[in-house]
């Protein structure tokens, strides 16, 4: 069982910044993608960022040039540094994980981190 634990969520003012971290119970070459979804109150859940195993990344259209995903493989980690925030960006945000098929396979959720962007 593959396990993903979010953190850093909480309440910023628009223009304002928040990282969220999720660290992985296993490494995170195992993983063919890593990403972050978000669901806001009435919304669908949508990818915000993800990133491949090549270090190959996608970002949906609303975030470019505003929020960054990054990993470190010593903490086994991914990272969403999230600059510029706006109100609709209010959201719970997911850590996703697709484990790799030579790894056991799978889709993987965390528990979820909510982001409030409000003055």
């Known amino acids: 069982q593959v396990q993903l634990v979010e953190s850093g969520g909480g309440l910023a003012q628009p223009g304002g910044s928040l990282r969220l971290s999720c660290r992985a119970s296993?490494?995170?070459?195992?993983?063919?993608?890593l990403g972050w979804y978000r669901q806001a109150p009435g919304k669908q859940r949508e990818l915000v960022a993800n990133v491949g195993g090549f270090g190959d990344t996608h970002y949906t259209d609303s975030v470019k040039g505003r929020f960054t995903i990054s990993t470190e493989n010593a903490k086994n980690t991914v990272y969403l540094q999230m600059n510029s925030l706006k109100p609709e960006d209010t959201a719970v945000y997911y850590c996703?994980?697709?484990?790799?098929?030579?790894?056991?396979?799978?889709?993987?959720w965390g528990q979820g981190t909510q982001v409030t962007v409000s003055s």
């Open positions: 296993r490494m995170i070459f195992t993983f063919d993608k």
């Open positions: 996703n994980g697709e484990v790799a098929v030579a790894y056991g396979g799978g889709v993987y």
